[in-house]
T-cell receptor, first 112, second 114 residues
Framework: SQQGEEDPQALSIQEGENATMNCSYKTSINNLQWYRQNSGRGLVHLILIRSNEREKHSGRLRVTLDTSKKSSSLLITASRAADTASYFC????????????FGKGTTLSVSS | GAGVSQTPSNKVTEKGKYVELRCDPISGHTALYWYRQSLGQGPEFLIYFQGTGAADDSGLPNDRFFAVRPEGSVSTLKIQRTERGDSAVYLC????????????FGQGTRLTVV
């Protein structure tokens, strides 16, 4: 099963533009994480936001979390061609013994 | 090791055969996850270990799939009587503990069942 759903499924932008991806989830969570994946292999952790946080920044990344709407957004500012990848949100549901569950991802394409 | 290591990186097997996929997590990480990913999809959760025990195996699709982590470090995912539909990239991840920590992923094993 998949907890998160990213939106849009695919996004194409020009270098320098901002990219916004959204994630919705179903159950209450401890935290929400965003990951990046190149070429369909290993995922790389980008940022973690706790359930009691509303916004977090890391370099050109900005993540927001709205627990009342069960949604999160990832904003990449001033995008670069190297940002081309798939981006996934993952949640750690607020129940003992539950695992990190991923959404289906947003495929971002940044053209120069 | 420095990161999560998965072996083999690629595996081609015939339908009906048995395969084992290995994951070496980062030393000291108690949580270990197995996922499988098909083309264009997100990682699909299979099983999660906390230490030696399977804390959550609800993602295993059927009884042909089994995973062990006998000493709380290396884990092996075992697939019996493989089917063509089992073809996917199998990803392993580890983290220091469940919850407020990031997961570190290996590069995956690409399994092809012919």
């Amino acid at each position: 099963s998949q907890q998160g759903e990213e939106d849009p499924q695919a996004l194409s932008i020009q270098e320098g533009e901002n990219a916004t991806m959204n994630c919705s989830y179903k159950t209450s969570i401890n935290n929400l994480q965003w990951y990046r994946q190149n070429s369909g292999r290993g995922l790389v952790h980008l940022i973690l936001i706790r359930s009691n946080e509303r916004e977090k920044h890391s370099g050109r990344l900005r993540v927001t979390l709205d627990t009342s709407k069960k949604s999160s957004s990832l904003l990449i500012t001033a995008s670069r061609a190297a940002d081309t990848a798939s981006y996934f949100c993952a949640t750690d549901a607020n129940q003992a013994g539950t695992a990190l569950i991923f959404g289906k991802g947003t495929t971002l394409s940044v053209s120069s | 090791g420095a990161g999560v290591s998965q072996t083999p990186s690629n595996k081609v097997t015939e339908k009906g055969k048995y395969v084992e996929l290995r994951c070496d997590p980062i030393s000291g990480h108690t949580a270990l996850y197995w996922y499988r990913q098909s083309l264009g999809q997100g990682p699909e959760f299979l099983i999660y270990f906390q230490g030696t025990g399977a804390a959550d195996d609800s993602g295993l699709p059927n009884d042909r799939f089994f995973a062990v982590r006998p000493e709380g470090s290396v884990s092996t995912l075992k697939i019996q009587r493989t089917e063509r539909g089992d073809s996917a990239v199998y990803l392993c991840a580890s983290s220091q503990s469940r919850g407020l920590t990031e997961a570190f992923f290996g590069q995956g094993t690409r399994l092809t069942v012919v």
